[in-house]
């Protein structure tokens, strides 16, 4: 008989490490609005942040790239990040309600994460750069965020590589079992998500529904690539590497 909480009796189970933006998500831009207008509030200024990538960082990387590149100091810099997440939550709040119904998931995630919860072979959780706070604020707003029970954030660490380790701690706390990242799958929409994985010796499935296309994905020898998480029976062949 499956236990509901361990999964089937005695079979392992895989993690599957969720990235948000771009890959779960679309908040149409609330993040980077939110941002902005935290750290106005906080640092006086924004460094260029109309030219600058955010994608596959961390929200404190954002952070220091931005503002390093406006001459300021690390010290400086950190000196300002509590206040900066607290001004950050406050206003992405306002973002996303401002955004109301038009934040969505991409297509296919509704029906994919709600597959993989109904599945006892998988663990579904989150390896994100979004400050904690921040990524369940997304997830909330498009009602994605009980189909996952854990996760990393940039809450903690700045570099999206040690967040797996993170991840598969919590989850075996939760969970009240051993979980591997040699078999766990990193899903997400940039080649930070593809070298986080590959830095961790899990499998990265890309998924092209942010900047950039299945082409330039391909580039850095994901496991399997994308166009969208539409195709429900696929993926959840491909996750479970059959
Ligand atoms: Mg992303």
Redesign the pocket.
């Known amino acids: 008989m499956d236990d509901p909480v361990t999964g089937r009796e005695g079979e392992p189970m895989r993690l599957l490490l969720f990235?948000?933006?771009?890959?779960l998500v679309n908040t149409l831009g609330a993040g980077k609005a939110a941002l902005e207008s935290a750290m106005l509030a906080v640092y006086g200024e924004t460094g260029p942040i109309g030219a600058f990538d955010f994608?596959?960082r961390t929200d404190p990387a954002i952070v220091r790239g931005l503002l390093r590149l406006a001459g300021w100091t690390d010290g400086d810099i950190e000196s300002g990040f509590d206040a900066t997440w607290e001004e950050y939550l406050k206003s992405l709040d306002l973002e996303l309600v401002g955004r109301g119904d038009r934040v969505h998931p991409y297509p296919g995630v509704r029906a994919l994460v709600a597959a993989i919860e109904d599945d006892g072979r998988f663990a579904a959780g989150l390896v994100t750069g979004n400050m904690e706070g921040g990524a369940w604020r997304k997830l909330r707003s498009c009602g994605l965020e009980g189909h996952f029970r854990f996760g990393a954030y940039g809450s903690d660490s700045e570099r999206r590589e040690d967040l797996p380790p993170i991840a598969r701690r919590r989850a075996e706390r939760e969970y009240a079992r051993n979980f591997d990242l040699r078999t766990a799958v990193v899903v997400?929409?940039?080649p930070e998500?593809i070298k986080c994985a590959h830095a961790n010796g899990a499998r990265a499935l890309a998924v092209a529904t942010?900047r950039h296309s299945v082409r330039e994905l391909r580039d850095y020898d994901p496991e399997a690539v994308f166009e969208d998480l539409s195709d429900t029976s696929r993926l959840m062949r491909v996750l479970a590497d059959e």
């Open positions: 990235d948000i933006d771009g890959t994608h596959g997400g929409d940039t998500d942010g």
